[in-house]
């Protein structure tokens, strides 16, 4: 089976920064998407970052220009990196990749459990 891992998260102050990290353990064929998601308090989950095969990104429109997503594929991890951070981006960030592992014949959705991002002074 398949298994997403998020770690970096943490509480950080207004202009502040963090990484966070997302590895995927399993018998991994090739992934394809991957994304970065984000819940605040009472709103619905959100797409923050997304990166393709390619490495064409694409972001909300709310973290252009302070986040940036990459990814590594020989150790099938995603990271985001997280700059210039507001309150307004305190959330439980989630993380998303679309693959295929041993055993399968299609791609499925995988979901890691999250971790929390906290901008506060």
């Known amino acids: 089976q398949v298994r997403l891992v998020e770690s970096g998260g943490g509480l950080v102050q207004p202009g502040g920064s963090l990484r966070l990290s997302c590895a995927a353990s399993g018998s991994i064929l090739d992934i394809n998407v991957m994304g970065w998601y984000r819940q605040a308090p009472g709103k619905q989950r959100e797409l923050v970052a997304s990166?393709?095969?390619?490495?064409?990104?694409d972001y909300a429109d709310s973290v252009k220009g302070r986040f940036t997503v990459s990814r590594d594929n020989s150790k099938n991890t995603m990271y985001l990196q997280m700059n210039g951070l507001k309150p307004e981006d305190t959330a439980v960030y989630f993380c998303?990749?679309?693959?295929?592992?041993?055993?399968?014949?299609?791609?499925?959705?995988?979901w890691g459990q999250g971790t929390q991002v906290t901008v506060s002074s």
């Open positions: 990166i393709g095969s390619d490495d064409i990104t």
């Open positions: 998303k990749m679309y693959l295929k592992y041993r055993g399968t014949l299609w791609y499925s959705n995988y």
